[in-house]
């Protein structure tokens, strides 16, 4: 399938933001990607064009009843000039999985592949070349069809927005409070936790909101049927070091694949050092703190790559981790991970692969 190619005149490119106050999320480029499915066409007509509102019926099935999933990932510029993207076909792969769970149509990942590299490519000037900084890629589906009635739809509209987005870390690389919600769950089992999909954010705005309340940067899920194991950190994985050994919650159905977790995980290993992904209990972390074997603890993904956690608040008590420092273990994914993702040191996994 050939990508169609409508550009805006050169006059009416936008001014690029200013490098240092990016944001995330804030921005977005010229141009976006699109394509259209029908039952009885399959995905078609994909096409790049300036960026813009989308109409869509008042009855698109999307607004009531919420079929739609996501992506997210980003190109760096890096230290050589080189476009780069990170471990992309995990993303497709994901992508495909929370399709099929919301009984969206499959997409061809080679083409969607295709669509990323044409897109950032036009975009290319968007990629920021301060330390840090990224090209943030959100492709993302939506059921178009005019509908009322729970049953998948039959129309479907793919698209791909670009947005710069700035270091994470401004301001240093440092530990956050974590609250652990008991009131709340983020997913249960047999449920949609594992896809990427939008009413799980939805579904984890007012545990957020309560902790940012109370002082809090953000939540520790716990379990839907038990809150009792440790899930997910925000909108990330969570890791442990236990003594020697790194430890994080197993995929069991509840819990977000993060592509960042798995580098994490390979880079571990690589080193040297013990991996679990296993159950891991609110009271566990607790006593190992108490003990002094929980050494440190972060959050991973895409938008941070590693986060620090600083506390714990759990039940009126507050568990310090590592005294409230970066853990050297964080420190040394998060500058791995990014020398990789810059280009500043050999890619031997082969996560790389260069647009530009
Ligand atoms: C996207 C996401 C992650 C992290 O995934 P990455 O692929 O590492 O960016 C973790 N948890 C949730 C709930 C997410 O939505």
Known sequence: MEIQKELKAESDLKPLPDPSR?????????????????????????????????????????????????????AYRGTDGHIRL?????????????????????IDEEMVMEAIRELVTVESRWVPDQHGTSLYIRPFIIATEAFLGVRPAKEYLFSIILCPVGAYYAEGFNPVKIFVTEKFVRAAKGGVGEAKT??????????????????????????AGERKYIEEVGTMNIFFMIDDVLVTPALSGSILPGITRDSVIHLAKS???QVEERAVSIDEIIEKAETGQ?????????????????SLYYKGKTIEINHGQTGRLAHRLFEEITAIQYGDKEDTFGWTEIVK
């Not at 990170?86 to 495909?96: A, I, L, Q, S």
């Open 22 to 74: 990016l944001g995330f999320g804030i921005h977005f480029t010229d141009h976006m990607f699109l394509m259209d499915y029908k039952d009885s066409q399959g995905w078609h007509s994909p096409r790049i064009v300036p960026y813009g509102n989308f109409s869509l019926d008042p009855a698109a099935v999307v607004l009531h009843y919420g079929q739609a999933i996501f992506e997210g990932l980003k």
């Open 86 to 106: 990170f471990r992309p076909k995990e993303n497709m792969k994901r992508m495909n999985r929370s399709a099929w769970r919301m009984c969206m149509p499959q």
């Open 198 to 223: 939008a009413g799980n954010y939805a579904a984890s705005l007012m545990a957020s909101e309560e902790a940012k309340e109370l002082g809090f940067t953000q939540v520790l899920w716990l379990d």
């Open 271 to 273: 080193w040297g050092i």
């Open 294 to 310: 929980l050494k440190e603890s972060f959050g991973s993904g895409t938008a941070a790559v590693i986060s620090p956690v600083g």
